[in-house]
């Protein structure tokens, strides 16, 4: 069982950065893939970030490449999700979620392949 809290959200201008936390509860965060995920009302959840459970591989959506990196702390059982040049379309409820995998990889998490997820955390970007 792995329980999974986020923090770090809040209101910012377009171009600021925010950067989000999800501490995750239990000694066997380190067998499982993170992702983030973010969610607006009446809307898909739609997959932002992953990062393998060796932290080696990164995978990003095209709509946050390059401004969004994803990281992990093993020691602290943390995922760190920084964001830099937020636009107004970042607006979203953010979630992160965990899922075993058999090898240490990270690609397009399917929201509906994730084991665990975190409360979210509203993230909201003014123009």
């Known amino acids: 069982q792995v329980q999974l809290v986020e923090s770090g959200g809040g209101s910012v201008q377009a171009g600021g950065s925010l950067k989000l936390s999800c501490a995750a509860s239990?000694?066997?965060?380190?067998?499982?893939?993170m992702g983030w995920f973010r969610q607006v009302p009446g809307k898909e959840r739609e997959f932002v970030a992953a990062?393998?459970?060796?932290?080696?591989?990164?995978y990003y959506s095209d709509s946050v490449k390059g401004r969004f990196t994803i990281s992990r702390d093993n020691d602290k059982n943390t995922v760190y999700l920084q964001m830099n040049s937020l636009k107004p379309e970042d607006t979203a409820v953010y979630y992160c979620?965990?899922?075993?995998?058999?090898?240490?990889?990270?690609?397009?998490?399917?929201?509906?392949?994730?084991?665990?997820w975190g409360q979210g955390t509203q993230v909201t970007v003014s123009s």
């Open positions: 239990g000694r066997t965060f380190s067998r499982y893939a």
């Open positions: 990062i393998s459970r060796s932290t080696a591989i990164t």
């Open positions: 979620a965990a899922v075993f995998l058999p090898s240490s990889s990270a690609y397009e998490f399917r929201a509906g392949d994730m084991d665990y």
